[in-house]
T-cell receptor, first 114, second 110 residues
Framework: GAVVSQHPSWVICKSGTSVKIECRSL??????MFWYRQFPKQSLMLMAT?????????EQGVEKDKFLINHASLTLSTLTVTSAHPEDSSFYIC??????????FGAGTRLSVL | QKEVEQNSGPLSVPEGAIASLNCTYS??????FFWYRQYSGKSPELIMS????GDKEDGRFTAQLNKASQYVSLLIRDSQPSDSATYLC??????????FGTGTRLTIIP
């Protein structure tokens, strides 16, 4: 299957700082990528859909000014959690859609905000 | 009403037996169906995709689709302890985003 790389895998930051997470499709071009969040023992929650060269589409209830998404190339999307707070601590997972519209997931980023 | 429904489990199956995971969906226009496996603390991993009615086999895994009944299932033959995970059913229409079920937690008992 296709490979999606996500970095970092784990990040600890102080409250009020910003954290950037990168998602790369390594062997295919992805015009569309997705960002999910998952709390322990809960299901995946879609945060936003990232489209190359255009603004991201955010799901209801997700603050677009807090979760900045940039999809500047066909292989890279970034999620920046701005002014992070302890309640933002979660498992963030990106997914890239290949040309056959199949979604492959990155390994995820575990964010802990102190 | 949930768009994709799965029994949350846990579903316990003896090692070597067949594990049967079920999923129903509400959108009759759904065209693509996927099963993902998610180990605890890890991200989902694609196991199977199915697009047409009937069965699709890949190794120990068989996906079954019945569009008339709006039902998709995953069978795991010769279950192994390494199959213990949460299995996510996902459906989509055309090139729209995936809709996930909440997942079924499967435990294979040695």
């Amino acid at each position: 299957g296709a490979v999606v790389s996500q970095h970092p895998s784990w990040v600890i930051c102080k409250s009020g700082t910003s954290v950037k997470i990168e998602c790369r499709s390594l062997d295919f071009q992805a015009t569309t990528m997705f960002w999910y969040r998952q709390f322990p023992k809960q299901s995946l929650m879609l945060m936003a859909t990232s489209n190359e060269g255009s603004k991201a589409t955010y799901e209801q209830g997700v603050e677009k000014d807090k979760f900045l998404i940039n999809h500047a190339s066909l292989t890279l999307s970034t999620l920046t959690v701005t002014s992070a707070h302890p309640e933002d601590s979660s498992f963030y997972i990106c997914s890239a859609r290949d040309p056959e519209f199949i979604q492959y997931f990155g390994a995820g980023t575990r964010l802990s905000v102190l | 009403q949930k768009e994709v429904e799965q029994n949350s489990g846990p579903l316990s199956v003896p090692e070597g037996a067949i594990a049967s995971l079920n999923c129903t969906y509400s959108d009759r226009g759904s065209q693509s169906f996927f099963w993902y496996r998610q180990y605890s603390g890890k991200s989902p991993e694609l196991i199977m995709s199915i697009y047409s009615n009937g069965d699709k086999e890949d190794g120990r895994f068989t996906a079954q689709l019945n569009k008339a009944s709006q039902y998709v299932s995953l069978l795991i033959r010769d279950s192994q302890p390494s199959d213990s995970a949460t299995y996510l059913c996902a459906v989509k229409r055309g090139n729209e985003k995936l809709t996930f079920g909440t997942g079924t937690r499967l435990t294979i008992i040695p």
